[in-house]
């Protein structure tokens, strides 16, 4: 069994309270018979932090083009040939969170600067970590109720 392309993946949203604000999560409903592949033993955590200039910490319509925009190229640049998962993407407080499963962080960061070179300077930070159990997306589908 293979791992299909995000831009063709079922994907599922769901909301839930953090604090008092709206957490909203969109994750991949295909990838429970994957988690732990040891293909993918890292997690690229790519953070877009913004002003939120709602009472709700969710960006604006104009920011969510954007960003739409910049998922968008990382998905073309990273998934098409499947270097990169891409798994959940949450939203909260005034921050977005792309969470990719990878292997090859070299690779992967020059693909990145390559998508990314047709933006201006975006707000965003890079993390990877180590997740060889994929324990976040389980995380993600606990509290999504999957």
């Not at 925009?69 to 993407?89: C, G, K, P």
């Not at 300077?121 to 509290?143: C, G, M, R, T």
Request: aromatic share 10%.
């Amino acid at each position: 069994m293979k791992i299909a392309a995000a831009n063709s993946a079922p994907w599922n949203i769901a909301e839930s309270d953090n604090g008092g604000m709206p957490r909203l999560i969109r994750y991949r409903t295909d990838l429970a018979p994957f988690i732990a592949s040891s293909d993918y033993p890292q997690r690229l955590v790519i953070i877009w932090e913004y002003d939120a200039d709602n009472l709700i910490g969710m960006p604006s319509t104009e920011q969510s083009e954007t960003m739409k925009s910049f998922e968008d190229a990382l998905v073309e640049t990273l998934d098409s040939d499947r270097l990169a998962v891409l798994a959940f993407v949450l939203t909260c407080n005034g921050s977005r969170e792309w969470h990719y499963y990878i292997n090859h962080v070299d690779e992967v960061g020059l693909r990145i600067n390559t998508a990314l070179s047709e933006f201006p300077k975006l707000p965003i930070h890079l993390q990877v970590e180590n997740d060889p159990e994929w324990e976040q997306i389980s995380l993600a589908y606990q509290i999504c109720g999957v």
